[in-house]
């Protein structure tokens, strides 16, 4: 066990500990909640309890736990994933759904830096050794192209592409309903639920967030949109059509139908990434990738066409 000491920031006077513990030492809200309970959490010498106000000025003191040991990457084939590019500096995959990017706590299942090692690929040792290359994400349940850095001078170039948002991230979803206008950008800051840490939602104070977005295809009960990404944030999409009351049809997380789900067959939400466009970290060339519709997806377009 480690403590930390440090003053309550004016920036978090009033706010709740756990919310505001999760923004000052980056730990989730069910982490602080833990820690509260266990009485690891005290404000000028008193302990607290979660739902405590802080008030700025106060000396902070955090009993944390020491940290796991470093996730281990074993390699492991992986169904589904495919090859779209590969070079000395980059590998390009189409990632299937069901696997994550990286190991996580909690997180069992396949995932594409197993994948890339099951197939032999050399991937740059920089980052977090079981997200080593890694230098964006997809949800475990979104499918679609990404790249994973495999020089050390790739993963600096395109880490700081990404951060500079001079990257092209283009996604095709499938929202419920019929957004209006047909054409728009949703400029809406996204933070933590504050009842559901699992979640993310539109939430003032959040971090900035902007999605641009087209409907290119109307159906009875739904639209078919092109998306394009100005940030990057977790579940970006997925909130910000939930906000509109457009969910992501399948998305029974952020307030789909499940009737509607059912009826397409889909066990997941519609969301794909469609196309990524960036300049090749080797000779600043543009280079875009596009992956195809997988079969669940196609399939819930062929329902809707078919009514339609």
Known sequence: MSARM???????????????????????RTVVAEL??????????????????????GVLEVTLPEPDAPLEVVAEPVDGLKVIHDDDDIVVVDKPVGVAVHPSPGWTGPTVVAGLASMGLRISTSGAAERQGVVHRLDAGTTGVMVVAKSEHAYTVLKRAFKERTVDKGYHALVQGHPDPIRGTIDAPIDRHPR????????????????????????????????????????????HFSALRHPCAGDLTYG?????????????????????????????????????????????????????
Request: charged content about 25%; aromatic content about 6%.
């Open 256 to 308: 789909a139908d499940p009737v509607l789900a059912r009826k397409l067959g889909l066990s997941r939400q519609w969301l794909h990434a469609r196309t990524l466009g960036f300049a090749h970290p080797a000779d600043g060339r543009h280079v875009e990738f596009t992956s195809e519709y997988p079969a669940d997806l196609a399939a819930a377009l062929d329902v809707l066409r078919a009514e339609s």
């Open 196 to 239: 559901h840490d699992y979640k993310f939602a539109v939430v003032a104070g959040g971090r900035a967030s902007v999605t641009h977005y087209e409907v290119i295809e109307a159906f009875r009960a739904a639209s078919l949109v092109d998306v394009k990404l100005e940030t990057g944030r977790t579940h970006q999409i997925r909130v």
């Open 36 to 57: 509260a309970a266990s009485g690891d959490v005290l404000v000028d010498g008193r302990p607290v309890g979660k739902s405590d106000r802080l008030t700025s000025g």
């Open 6 to 28: 440090l003053p309550v920031p004016e920036g978090l006077d009033g706010m709740r500990v756990d919310a505001g513990l999760a923004k000052l030492l980056g730990l989730s």
